[in-house]
């Protein structure tokens, strides 16, 4: 097993299929896989990442496309695997590179992205496939297969090159008894399996989690009795896309005489889709606008929103702030229908309690059995593995602990070690005569989106916006004289985030005069004001212990 050799990678050798992630190594999120091959280009899933509390104003975080600069009409294909955001948030974002690159998926994936791709008014090339379809994209010979995941339509895909034959699953499990009766193409696999697998790439997400996974049939009891036992309304948060979950609610409100509304723009937005597509069943008279909820007897209501991982502009955390025009009183019970993703912890038990003060009571994974993962455990992906039998692994969607976990299981089932690939977003792949070698990386870096424009943010405005929240922000007004650098009048400190003494005015106007002083060229203008800027910046961070954000302003006498 080794990682990420830090080199520049070679041109690709001929009869060799070059495999690039760009995303969704070392993460949740922004899944992104570019294989290339006789000069021509296949991307498998383009999503994004959501931001943590370390990116501030930022909306959500894009692959970095920079590696397919100047590649674009090399590219033959954009394949989806499923219609999570995860996957498939970026693409509106990647289509802005080139609109006509075909985009390939099943017909509630390409559902969803419509509806993106509108907003952004982005038109899109689609290619609609289903389980069993196997298609030919340049030198890209593409076979789709069904996989159960929380989400209808998931898609594995099996990719064949004169170089080899690729299986990446996509985001799956192995339910037994799934809610749409599709379960995951088991002998499919195993038929690819003897055909000859060279690089496997299998869903990382619970690799660390012993056995097997419950059925999504299994919650229906803890769903029933939330319904059955509430005592007023139901409201239930999930995420916008799992429409097997919202079924099942839906399900639920029905037996007990409760009607529902969707809450939320993208709620509304998807479930209107499924349900226009036959992926969602809602008896006639039930689905109810929200206001008109509002004015039955709570026993009555089911509200089903978003916001289940604490989003700050969630519609659920607006409702726990007072922030909504739905107000949750006393007697109210919220049921979190989803899991808690790795790195939200904190923001999640803060809307639990933000809920609790507000009276609910709040139902959720830690309490009851609510939620079951979309994502193979230990057990299933060791079954996986032993119909598989691949030459070459390469464990893709997880943080690293998880590709860690799942590359040792592919050891365990018998996969030689140095062909266990734990690798990161940006390494480079090449695949031939059954071997697969790590090459090199290319950038791979985050690339932030505000209001819809891709890289509206980069590292540094967030270190500075951190800076402003943590230390908070100094403005200095001066007014100098260019020709001999004398300051005629006081300087003017205006801080914002915290106070200086008199005493610390005192000693930061000396330093600076003596930076003013010190300057060899222009005793005003951008070059000086950064001067002075760092130099008020070392004195704080070694005198105050705080770093804010200095602005200087220089005023010619």
């Not at 995860?86 to 693409?91: L, T």
Request: one cysteine or more; proline letters at 5%; a neutral charge.
């Amino acid at each position: 097993m080794r990682r990420t050799a830090r080199q520049t990678p070679p041109a690709l050798a001929n009869g060799a299929l070059r495999v690039v992630p760009l995303g969704g190594l070392g993460e949740i999120g922004r899944n992104m896989t570019v294989f290339e091959y006789g000069g021509k280009l296949l991307i498998v899933d383009c999503g994004v990442l959501f931001p943590e509390e370390n990116h501030p104003g930022v909306d959500v975080i894009l692959p970095d496309f920079s590696y397919l600069k100047d590649r674009w009409q090399d590219v033959v294909g954009l394949v989806l695997t499923h219609g999570h955001e995860d996957h498939i948030g970026g693409v509106p974002y990647l289509l802005k590179q080139r609109g006509d690159i075909p985009v390939i998926s099943a017909k509630l994936t390409l559902a969803f992205l419509k509806t993106k791709l509108d907003e952004h008014r982005i038109k899109g090339k689609m290619v609609q496939v289903k389980e069993g379809d196997r298609r030919k994209f340049g030198p890209f010979d593409v076979e789709f297969l069904a996989v159960n995941h929380s989400i209808p339509d998931g898609l594995a895909v099996a990719i064949r090159t004169p170089a080899g034959l690729v299986l990446e699953t996509g985001d799956f499990k192995m339910d037994q008894f799934p809610l749409d009766k599709r379960i995951t193409d088991l002998a499919g696999f195993a038929r690819l399996g003897e055909e000859g697998v060279d690089l496997f790439m299998p869903d990382s997400t619970n690799a660390e989690v012993p056995g097997f996974l419950a059925a999504e049939a299994d919650l229906i009891p803890a769903i029933d009795n939330v319904m059955r036992t509430a005592p007023r309304r139901v409201v239930v948060s999930s995420f916008a896309s799992h429409v097997h979950r919202i079924q099942q609610i839906i399900d639920s409100a029905h037996k007990y005489n409760r009607k529902i509304a969707f809450v939320g723009r993208s709620m509304v937005r998807n479930m209107t889709t499924a349900r226009e597509l036959g992926y969602l069943k809602i008896p006639r008279g039930m689905l109810v606008e929200a206001k008109e909820l509002e004015k039955m007897p709570p026993t009555k209501a089911v509200l089903i929103c978003t916001g289940s991982q604490g989003e700050p502009m969630a519609a659920l955390a607006r409702m726990a702030s007072g922030d909504h025009q739905i107000n949750l009183t006393e007697g109210d019970t919220v049921l979190l229908a989803s899991s808690l993703v790795p790195g939200n912890e904190s923001s999640i038990y803060r809307l639990i309690n933000d809920l609790t003060k507000q009276g609910a009571n709040v139902v959720h994974k830690g309490n009851a059995k609510v939620h079951v993962s979309g994502h193979a455990s230990a057990g299933e992906l060791v079954y996986c593995y032993n119909l598989v039998r691949p030459r070459n692994v390469m464990p893709v969607h997880g943080e690293y602990r998880h590709l860690k976990a799942n590359a040792e299981l592919a050891v365990r089932t018998g996969v030689d070690p140095k062909n266990a690939l734990i690798v990161e977003d940006g390494t480079v792949i090449d695949l031939k005569d059954g071997v697969a070698r790590v090459m090199g990386s290319v950038p791979a870096a985050y690339v932030y989106v505000e209001n819809m424009v891709a890289g509206a943010a980069t590292e540094e405005s967030l270190q500075d916006r951190l800076r402003l929240a943590e230390d908070g922000a100094v403005t200095v007004l001066l007014i100098v004289n260019p020709d001999t650098g004398k300051i005629e009048e006081d300087p003017e400190y205006f801080a914002v985030g915290f106070n200086l003494t008199e005493k610390d005015l005192e000693k930061a106007t000396g330093i600076v005069e003596k930076t003013i002083a010190g300057l060899r060229g222009e005793k005003t203008g951008p070059g000086a004001e950064k001067a002075i800027g760092e130099a008020l910046l070392r004195w704080s961070d070694r005198a105050l212990r705080r770093k804010p954000v200095y602005t200087i302003i220089i005023v010619e006498a």
